[in-house]
C-alpha cells in the first residue's frame, strides 16, 4: 500500500464515522463519544495527510506519531460504544476492524521512521 492509498483510506475511514456516530441513540454520553470519535477520526487523516507532505523525516515522525494516536483514539471509542452496548455489534464489527488495521499500518509505519531518525 502506497500512500495515497492510505491517505485515501483514512479519509474514508473518517467519512465512515460520520453516520455510525448519527446512528448512537440521543444520550448524553452518546453526544461525548460522538464528539470525540468524529474528531480523533479526521484527524487522523488530516495529520497522516500532513505527514505526507513534511518536509523533513522528523517532521514526518511527529506527524505520523499524532496519526497513530488519533486512530488509535478512534478504534477507543468504537470499542466503548461496543462495551455500553451502544449500537449492535454487527454494525461496528466491520469498522472496528479497519480502525485496528489502519492502527497497525500506522504503528508500523511509526517504528519504521523512528528507525530512519536513529541512524546515523
Known amino acids: 500500500m502506497n500512500s495515497n ?8 475511514f473518517a467519512y465512515r464515522v ?11 454520553v452518546s453526544r ?3 464528539d470525540q470519535l468524529t474528531r480523533s477520526a479526521f484527524s487522523a487523516a488530516a495529520n497522516y495527510r500532513a505527514a505526507c507532505k513534511a518536509q523533513s523525516t522528523k517532521a514526518f515522525a511527529a506527524k505520523l506519531s ?3 494516536e488519533e486512530i488509535d483514539e478512534s478504534l477507543f471509542w468504537l470499542e466503548v460504544i ?3 452496548n451502544l449500537l ?4 461496528l464489527s466491520l469498522i472496528i476492524k479497519e480502525a485496528d488495521e ?15 531518525l536513529k541512524r546515523p
Open 5 to 12: 492509498d492510505l491517505q485515501k483510506r483514512l479519509k474514508e
Open 18 to 28: 460520520v453516520p455510525l456516530c448519527e446512528s448512537l441513540p440521543g444520550r448524553k
Open 32 to 34: 461525548v463519544i460522538e
Open 66 to 68: 499524532i496519526a497513530f
Open 82 to 84: 461496543l462495551d455500553l
Open 88 to 91: 449492535k455489534v454487527e454494525k
Open 102 to 116: 489502519l492502527t497497525r499500518i500506522l504503528a508500523s509505519s511509526r517504528k519504521t521512521s523512528q528507525n530512519k
